[in-house]
């Protein structure tokens, strides 16, 4: 309505620009969509969680809110509205993790958390001293809401106190040990596995024992030591009197990257909402080379991808042999992400440093995905409906897998015992059998039967807080207890002794009546 009447007013001036986009800010306000001011921050160097906080990026500024986003990477879509504060001092750190991960493979799961403390308290720091986040932290701006992608980088929550606004939380990967402890979220070592826990079965009672022990460990060492430097980082670049514990306690809302197809059901509190599926987008049209290929394979097309935290080429050159070998005994096509040149490869096999990865998925020849089990990746998988040979590398991935092959839809094949005879195995057999693509195709139609689309529920949960200023009615009154509290340690143990003081006084009060008992009978047979 207003484009048409500047059009009638015949065409843009400064001034009828200036008008419509008055005109604009009192229609969206009026229409009830709050033109809210939008923080959100990115602090954890990894391109696909990148990508996953990016997507709500956009959509917020296309329900026109005016969005913030601080980011060690650079993005040039200039199609979208929004403020773009870049982060430099990351980007050299974060070549180093890739390689780091390489060898975080051959790590256990306390290895690997170690890891992720030291990490995230050097990333945070990165983050808060660097001279673009100290410049808004010295500005007088103001913010209706804060969104962190969070990982290991409590102290960035201060961010909501500092701008007095409230905070929410994205998970890029399942709620874990990670995320639990800000919103008080149960999860009993008896039935849920971590997303860091490279275990994948609590079947016995000593699984169960050893993921109680390895997570009680953990627990420790985050709040005595790891805790207490996020609190020191969080003192010295906020400058407060507050403790961290006050505000990182004081999250109004998750939104976790998950579905039940993909994750385990686990117990989830009111401020937790999933949204897995929110970063798929309607496929877009493909590449002119990528599409004919795919058209015209007759057996059809297997797509190879193993993520952007670990690539393809990264991988030693003997799995790259183990591949182009298993490959090229296949009927299928083959396209592979494979972000320099391979040479030698076989006919049916063909290479891209880059791919539209959901284009591809959802194109109909697609027979199978060879993925290593990020959780983005078996989200595509599973909203599109195609079966899935997973090799997991590190990470979350082999947790994820194993929901998978339990769902139905997935085999298996770990890194550390792959042979060109199992990956082949595994590849014929969800190739050929159906119960693969059934399954696949079931958890696609679980995925896409919710009352809300993914990525409106996200933009509604948002909005909501902003709506009303926080929401403090979701948060979980676990969180004001001690741990002990909290495991009922202290009730069970006053049980405990109860029951021992009551045993202690019954048995003194036994040995008192049979010592009165035994004496009358004494005396009884003295008098006789
Ligand atoms: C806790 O969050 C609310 C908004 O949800 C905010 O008003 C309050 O100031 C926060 N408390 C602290 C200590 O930051």
């Known amino acids: 309505m207003v484009v048409i009447k500047i059009l009638r007013q015949g065409g843009f001036n400064k001034f009828s620009l200036a008008k419509m986009k008055l005109q604009l800010l009192f229609l969206c306000c009026v229409s009830g969509i709050h033109c809210a001011k939008i923080l959100m921050i990115f602090p954890f160097p990894s391109f696909n969680f990148?990508?996953?906080?990016?997507?709500?990026?956009?959509?917020?500024?296309?329900?026109?809110?005016?969005?913030?986003?601080?980011?060690?990477?650079a993005n040039n879509d200039s199609e979208i509205n929004y403020e773009f504060i870049f982060v430099g001092d990351l980007t050299e750190r974060m070549k180093k993790v890739r390689i780091e991960h390489?060898?975080?493979?051959?790590?256990?799961?306390?290895?690997?958390?170690?890891?992720?403390?030291?990490?995230?308290?050097?990333?945070?720091?990165?983050?808060?001293?660097?001279?673009?986040?100290?410049?808004?932290?010295?500005?007088?701006?103001?913010?209706?809401?804060?969104?962190?992608?969070?990982?290991?980088?409590?102290?960035?929550?201060?961010?909501?106190?500092?701008?007095?606004?409230?905070?929410?939380?994205?998970?890029?990967?399942?709620?874990?040990?990670?995320?639990?402890h800000l919103i008080g979220a149960p999860a009993p070592?008896?039935?849920?596995?971590?997303?860091?826990?490279?275990?994948?079965?609590?079947?016995?009672?000593?699984?169960?024992?050893?993921?109680?022990?390895?997570?009680?460990?953990?627990?420790?060492?985050?709040?005595?030591?790891?805790?207490?430097k996020q609190n020191q980082l969080f003192k010295k670049y906020f400058k407060t009197e507050v403790n961290l514990d006050q505000v990182m306690y004081n999250v109004s809302l998750v939104l976790s990257?998950?579905?039940?197809?993909?994750?385990?059901?686990?117990?989830?509190?009111?401020?937790?909402?999933?949204?897995?599926?929110?970063?798929?987008?309607?496929?877009?049209?493909l590449p002119e080379d990528l599409k004919n290929y795919l058209n015209t394979?007759?057996?059809?097309?297997?797509?190879?991808?193993m993520g952007s935290g670990l690539r393809s080429k990264d991988l030693d050159p003997k799995m790259h042999k183990l591949f182009i070998n298993v490959f090229s005994k296949l009927k299928q096509?083959?396209?592979?992400?494979?972000?320099?040149?391979?040479?030698?490869?076989?006919?049916?096999?063909?290479?891209?440093?880059?791919?539209?990865?959901?284009?591809?998925?959802?194109?109909?020849?697609?027979?199978?995905?060879?993925?290593?089990?990020?959780?983005?990746?078996?989200?595509?998988?599973?909203?599109?409906?195609?079966?899935?040979?997973?090799?997991?590398?590190f990470a979350d991935q082999e947790n994820n897998l194993e929901t998978a092959a339990k769902r139905g839809y997935a085999v298996k094949v770990l890194i550390k015992n792959i042979t060109e005879d199992?990956?082949?195995?595994?590849?014929?057999?969800?190739?050929?059998?159906?119960?693969?693509?059934?399954n696949a195709l079931k958890m696609s139609r679980l995925m896409h039967d919710q009352p809300m689309k993914p990525i409106d529920s996200a933009i509604y949960w948002?909005?909501?807080?902003?709506?009303?200023?926080?929401?403090?009615?979701?948060?979980?009154?676990?969180?004001?207890?001690?741990?002990?509290?909290?495991?009922?340690?202290?009730?069970?143990?006053?049980?405990?002794?109860?029951?021992?003081?009551?045993f202690l006084i019954i048995r003194k009060l036994c040995a008192l009546i049979c010592k009165k008992k035994l004496k009358t009978v004494i005396s009884d047979k003295k008098n006789k």
């Not at 290991?152 to 201060?158: D, S």
């Not at 948060?475 to 002990?484: G, N, Q, T, V």
């Open 50 to 73: 990148y990508n996953l906080m990016f997507r709500l990026v956009k959509e917020l500024a296309n329900h026109n809110h005016k969005v913030t986003f601080v980011s060690p990477f």
């Open 333 to 393: 096509n083959v396209i592979w992400k494979f972000e320099t040149e391979l040479k030698n490869t076989p006919k049916n096999l063909k290479t891209f440093q880059w791919l539209p990865q959901q284009d591809v998925l959802a194109h109909p020849n697609i027979r199978a995905f060879i993925t290593h089990g990020g959780v983005s990746s078996l989200i595509e998988a599973v909203y599109f409906g195609v079966p899935v040979v997973g090799i997991p590398c």
């Open 297 to 305: 394979a007759k057996n059809g097309v297997i797509l190879v991808s």
């Open 462 to 502: 948002i909005e909501y807080v902003i709506r009303h200023r926080g929401a403090p009615y979701l948060r979980s009154a676990s969180l004001d207890l001690k741990w002990y509290q909290r495991e009922m340690v202290d009730i069970i143990s006053f049980i405990l002794v109860l029951v021992y003081v009551i």
């Open 189 to 228: 070592s008896s039935y849920v596995l971590d997303t860091h826990s490279l275990e994948t079965k609590l079947d016995t009672f000593w699984d169960k024992l050893h993921n109680f022990l390895v997570r009680n460990f953990l627990e420790l060492v985050r709040s005595t030591i790891y805790l207490s």
């Open 102 to 180: 390489l060898s975080l493979m051959k790590k256990g799961t306390i290895g690997r958390t170690l890891y992720d403390f030291s990490l995230g308290l050097e990333m945070t720091e990165l983050m808060l001293k660097s001279k673009q986040v100290q410049n808004l932290l010295n500005s007088s701006r103001r913010y209706d809401v804060v969104i962190i992608e969070q990982y290991f980088n409590e102290a960035i929550i201060g961010m909501g106190h500092h701008f007095n606004a409230p905070v929410i939380i994205l998970s890029p990967v399942r709620l874990g040990f990670r995320s639990n």
């Open 257 to 285: 990257n998950s579905h039940s197809t993909i994750h385990d059901a686990v117990p989830h509190l009111p401020a937790v909402k999933n949204i897995g599926g929110y970063h798929v987008e309607t496929p877009n049209k």
């Open 422 to 438: 199992n990956l082949h195995e595994a590849l014929q057999k969800v190739l050929n059998e159906p119960k693969y693509k059934q």
